[in-house]
């Protein structure tokens, strides 16, 4: 069973999952009709460009802080820019190698071993420093740069779309990435909310970017720093009560609001992914509104920077960064050319990128015939280890409690992709559900009745929730079950990208967020999907979901998170469906404390 969403919590986070949204430069002079380009050498050319020579940024005056969104971008000519970044084990320390293909030649380049520690992008690649009027340098900093972040193209021949994934995770138990700047395109430096705002008065400056000594001799990158100058203005919230919906909608949002609150609302009313929806672009947003979460202000930017929230990049306790509008157009290209940002969103003569990806859709009725379950590839789902792992009291629903709160996530590793469809019957509370089955051309070949599917509609759910996908357990340190968490019904939406190097992994799946994924009361049908390569992050952090601990005595307990509990669902694998994180209890009733030791090298509760 689930429960509402609570409100004003904060909660511990951390996580980035990188500004996400392609998008398409708006510029006097450039055709859409362009054919598409061809990757034709093997050794890519990577230049840091900018976009504007200046740019206005806010600092407000009740949440102070500037989001240094500069407007510079790496871009990839002579090839795309491919990075593979892997771990064998949670024991096994992350490598990234480079990709270079040349036609159907593709050779590697390993990365200095140590580089790259996480899965959240290159660290310390871009230096900045700003000065202030006088001269003064006020701030100095390194930045670290993920390659799938906003991007956009720099030349009308470039390909049209992007295979590169749209973010870079950074769950802390990912086992595999893939990023990429594409031939032709160019990605922004800026790390949206995954950067900290800074500290700068109101006034003038000027900004100096440039690319890290070690990454320019790495990737062959030019030692071109560039030059921004940027103008600082003050603003707040009174001030702006009078300029109606507009100015509200632009409200800012705070790092630690950022970083707190928000940053458990991914699945909102999804089953469990209680209070940790992502917010998104408008239309977006309203749909998760609809599902409990509290709709994500965007970011104080500026108009040169197009920064501005968009669909989902994981329901995990992490907040997605802001995305930019791909202002990636070479610098002299734009020294006579007179450019605007058009407004984030898909329309007529716009696809930007920020549109949500849809759900699946669901088989219009119910299979007839025989149930087969025939020799094809089949989804393996696995477990990850539970973590954001904390202890809470029982809020206003049940004072005088302790719990302890969680993150869990299954995941598909393939080779194939979970379809599981919902079909109702009139007059029944309950659908019925099927687990389908594709060959290689991926043509439907199969399917075999799974359990049911549950209509819940409390306030902040109103979805379509699968039973039997996942169970939660506290066991004590002999692996003996103690509690059980009282979740039981899920709906399944990608929202982490756990491992994009497996075979078959979709680096663009859909169904990436609640609002397309869950039907609605009235639905005949429901299709809900668990693609190869991404996961599905739910938050334990309600009373009826997380533990209660209030009567269990202090030592050590292990979390399970159990896939597929009673084995409804057909896999490849039946035998890797369990993961334990070892938990030690402390403290006294109503102070209840948890020490989470590290999960081999993964040092993260």
Request: proline content about 8%; charged content about 20%; glycine content about 10%.
């Amino acid at each position: 069973m689930m429960t509402r969403p609570q409100q004003g919590r904060t909660h511990r986070l951390t996580r980035p999952s990188i500004a996400i949204a392609a998008a398409v430069a708006v510029t006097a002079g450039v055709v859409a009709a362009a054919p598409d380009a061809k990757t034709a050498e093997p050794t890519p050319k990577l230049s840091l460009i900018a976009a504007s020579t200046s740019v206005t940024l806010d600092s407000w005056k009740d949440d102070p802080g500037v989001y240094l969104d500069l407007g510079t971008y790496l871009t990839s000519e002579n090839g795309a820019f491919e990075l593979k970044v892997t771990r064998k084990s949670y024991k096994d320390p992350v490598v990234a190698t480079q990709v270079l293909r040349n036609g159907k030649k593709t050779t590697t380049k390993a990365l200095p071993a140590g580089l790259v520690k996480d899965f959240s992008g290159l660290p310390g690649f871009a230096q900045v420093s700003v000065t202030d009027a006088a001269g003064k340098t006020v701030l100095k900093q390194t930045e670290a740069f993920c390659p799938n972040n906003a991007s956009g193209r720099i030349r009308p021949d470039a390909p049209a779309q992007s295979k590169y994934p749209q973010s870079c995770p950074v769950n802390p138990f990912t086992l595999g990435s893939v990023w990429g700047v594409e031939n032709g395109w160019a990605s922004n430096t800026y790390a949206g909310y995954y950067a900290k705002p800074v500290q700068l008065a109101a006034g003038t400056y000027t900004a100096k970017i440039s690319v890290t000594k070690k990454y320019r001799d790495l990737f062959g990158i030019a030692n071109k720093p560039q030059t921004v100058k940027v103008t600082v203005r003050e603003r707040s919230w009174e001030e702006e009560e009078g300029s109606g919906s507009a100015a509200r909608s632009a409200a800012p949002q705070s790092a630690k609001s950022a970083a707190g609150t928000q940053g458990h609302a991914g699945h909102a009313g999804h089953g469990g992914h209680e209070g940790h929806q992502q917010a998104t672009d408008a239309p977006a947003a309203s749909a998760h509104a609809a599902h409990g979460a509290p709709a994500r202000p965007e970011a104080p930017a500026a108009r040169t920077t197009g920064a501005a929230p968009t669909f989902n990049v994981g329901h995990g306790p992490y907040p997605p960064a802001p995305p930019a509008l791909p202002w990636a157009l070479k610098k002299e290209s734009l020294q006579r050319q007179a450019f605007s940002a058009a407004k984030v969103g898909d329309r007529a003569g716009q696809t930007d990128g920020s549109r949500q990806a849809p759900g699946a859709k669901a088989n219009a009725k119910r299979p007839t015939g025989k149930a087969t379950v025939p020799d094809v590839p089949k989804p393996d789902l696995r477990s990850l280890p539970a973590y954001g792992i904390t202890v809470s009291d029982g809020y206003e629903d049940v004072p005088g409690k302790d719990y302890l709160a969680f993150s869990a996530n299954v995941w598909n590793a393939g080779p194939a992709k979970l379809v599981v469809d919902g079909f109702r019957s009139p007059g029944k509370e309950l659908m019925d559900a099927y687990q389908y089955f594709y060959d290689a051309k991926g043509k439907q070949v199969g399917y075999t009745p799974t359990g049911t599917m549950e209509w819940d509609p409390r306030p902040g759910h109103e979805h379509w929730h699968f039973t039997d996908f996942a169970s939660y357990r506290l066991l004590k340190a002999d692996k003996k079950e103690s509690v059980r968490s009282g979740k039981e019904a899920f709906c399944l939406a990608n929202t982490d990208a756990v491992d994009y190097t497996v075979k078959n992994a979709n680096w663009h799946p859909g169904n990436t967020d609640l609002s397309t994924a869950c039907g609605q009361e009235n639905s005949i049908s429901v299709r809900e999907v668990l693609d190869v390569g991404s996961g599905d992050t739910y938050t334990q952090d309600l009373p009826g979901q997380s533990f209660d601990i209030t009567g269990l005595p202090n030592g050590t307990y292990y979390i399970q998170v159990l896939a597929n509990p009673e084995n409804r669902l057909k896999e490849t694998n039946h035998k890797n469906n369990s993961a334990l994180r070892k938990v030690v209890l402390g403290g006294k009733k109503g102070a209840r404390t948890v020490q989470v030791p590290a999960h081999d090298l993964v040092n993260a509760n």
